[in-house]
């Protein structure tokens, strides 16, 4: 079995920021490519970052220059720096990692974590 779980979020005014962990366990060979969605009440969840494990990285527009995606391998985790942060930043943010097992090592599974609360409100 394969878990993720996030962690980091919470209430911030807005032009704070918040630092999003999410670390993969279980029973894993490789840790492919790591993303952050969100999913703001009423909307559909979006993708806002993107990293591959060489960590080359990717962004929705509306968070370029603000939020950074980053990654440790060793420790099969993921971040998302979240910088001058703004009320429509609003959402549950969800990890997102392609994963192998060792008895199937090139055959790569899509994991969520169950999300956490980012609120920006003064």
């Known amino acids: 079995q394969v878990q993720l779980v996030e962690s980091g979020g919470g209430l911030v005014q807005p032009g704070g920021s918040l630092r999003l962990s999410c670390a993969a366990s279980?029973?894993?060979?490789?840790?492919?490519?790591m993303a952050w969605y969100r999913q703001a009440p009423g909307q559909r969840r979006e993708l806002v970052a993107t990293?591959?494990?060489?960590?080359?990285?990717n962004y929705i527009n509306s968070v370029k220059g603000r939020f950074a995606i980053s990654r440790d391998n060793a420790k099969n985790t993921v971040y998302l720096q979240m910088n001058s942060l703004k009320p429509e930043d609003t959402a549950v943010y969800y990890c997102?990692?392609?994963?192998?097992?060792?008895?199937?090592?090139?055959?790569?599974?899509?994991?969520w974590g169950p999300g956490t609360q980012v609120t920006v409100s003064s």
């Open positions: 997102n990692a392609q994963i192998s097992g060792p008895s199937f090592p090139f055959q790569e599974y899509t994991y």
């Open positions: 279980g029973n894993i060979f490789r840790v492919g490519a």
């Open positions: 990293i591959t494990h060489g960590g080359s990285t």
